[in-house]
């Protein structure tokens, strides 16, 4: 069983940078395919961005390309988004999420694991 738990998040104005942190328990996470997912008020929860086991492929969605970086330390068993150019539409509740197998998916059923999320808010 893995556990995840999500900080960083806050309140910023448009244009700000935030970095987000994923901390997981247990001895596995350098094994795991991991993403950040966001859910908006009255909306569906999105993918955002994911990143392979190793850490050498990563993907995005194309609203946050050029300006969201993802990134992970196996060592200390945490994953990062580093959110820069924030912009209003960015604001969300944003969670990490893991897989224990295969690449990375936009499909939220095909993860086993989730954070309880860290709200980000972005004023214009």
């Known amino acids: 069983q893995v556990q995840l738990v999500e900080s960083g998040g806050g309140l910023v104005q448009a244009g700000a940078s935030l970095r987000l942190s994923c901390a997981a328990s247990g001895r596995s996470f350098s094994t795991y395919t991991m993403s950040w997912f966001r859910q908006a008020p009255g909306k569906e929860r999105e993918f955002v961005a994911g990143?392979?086991?190793?850490?050498?492929?990563?993907g995005y969605s194309d609203s946050v390309k050029g300006r969201f970086t993802i990134s992970r330390d196996n060592a200390k068993n945490t994953l990062y988004l580093q959110m820069n150019s924030l912009k209003p539409d960015d604001t969300a509740v944003y969670y990490c999420a893991g897989r224990n197998r295969g690449w990375v998916t936009s499909t939220r059923s095909q993860y086993d694991y989730w954070g309880q999320g860290t709200q980000v808010t972005v004023s214009s």
């Open positions: 990143i392979s086991w190793s850490g050498g492929s990563t």
